[in-house]
């Protein structure tokens, strides 16, 4: 099958919700091959302890590709602890400039419960202006629901749940079994 012709991965939903001194980053579960799901289970929301430091990084994309992305992160926060902002710059400089990194397919939200960003691949460490962040096919949704909750008195986690329940319900690319990371300043 030549590449063009390949119908390609898709699939996953991604939140960063930060309400009430702390983050939680949701992902759901659903890989999809073309017009087929092929596994509903994935873990997408990762828990990191670079240099005793926790940050929680969700990933949408190509996993290996978003797998070498955290682990240069990991390399980036161990070289500066404690520094998100700082070596969320590191890695998107590199990921940026690097010829072999400018191939890999994904997004990453990562938070250490202070913070939180988007990191892509065009060298962007976006810092949400309404403190909810979403990546993936069904991000836009969930992004859309977030923020219409977000003066509700629900919990960050409430708001990233609610809001990948409706991203769920609206792109075919998402489903409802989520992992959800708690993470507090």
Same mark, same amino acid.
């Given at each position: 099958?030549?590449?063009?012709?390949?119908?390609?991965?898709?699939?996953?939903?991604?939140?960063?919700?930060?309400?009430?001194?702390?983050?939680?980053?949701?992902?759901?579960?659903?890989?999809?091959?073309?017009?087929?799901?092929?596994?509903?289970?994935?873990? #997408?929301?990762?828990?990191?302890?670079? +240099?005793?430091? !926790? /940050?929680?990084?969700?990933?949408?994309?190509? =996993? %290996?590709?978003?797998?070498?992305?955290?682990?240069?992160?990991?390399?980036?926060?161990?070289?500066?602890?404690?520094?998100?902002?700082?070596?969320?710059?590191?890695?998107?400089?590199?990921?940026?400039?690097?010829?072999?990194?400018?191939?890999?397919?994904?997004?990453?939200?990562?938070?250490?419960? #202070?913070?939180?960003?988007?990191?892509? +691949?065009?060298? !962007? /460490?976006?810092?949400?202006?309404?403190?909810? =962040? %979403?990546?993936?096919?069904?991000?836009?949704?969930?992004?859309?629901?977030?923020?219409?909750?977000?003066?509700?008195?629900?919990?960050?986690?409430?708001?990233?749940?609610?809001?990948?329940?409706?991203?769920?319900?609206?792109?075919?690319?998402?489903?409802?079994?989520?992992?959800?990371?708690?993470?507090?300043?």
């Amino acid at each position: 099958m030549a590449r063009d012709e390949f119908p390609g991965w898709h699939g996953t939903t991604i939140i960063g919700v930060k309400k009430g001194g702390e983050v939680v980053i949701a992902g759901d579960g659903q890989v999809s091959l073309g017009q087929t799901v092929i596994k509903g289970t994935a873990r #997408k929301v990762r828990r990191l302890s670079p +240099g005793g430091f !926790d /940050v929680v990084a969700g990933f949408a994309g190509s =996993t %290996a590709d978003a797998f070498t992305l955290l682990e240069r992160l990991e390399a980036k926060l161990e070289a500066t602890p404690g520094q998100l902002a700082r070596a969320s710059v590191e890695l998107a400089k590199d990921w940026r400039t690097d010829k072999y990194l400018q191939k890999l397919e994904a997004m990453l939200i990562v938070s250490d419960g #202070k913070d939180i960003f988007v990191i892509t +691949g065009a060298g !962007d /460490v976006l810092e949400p202006e309404h403190d909810v =962040t %979403a990546i993936g096919s069904g991000g836009n949704y969930a992004l859309a629901a977030a923020r219409g909750m977000m003066d509700s008195p629900r919990s960050a986690e409430e708001v990233a749940r609610d809001a990948m329940a409706i991203a769920a319900d609206i792109c075919v690319y998402t489903n409802g079994n989520l992992t959800v990371e708690t993470i507090s300043a």
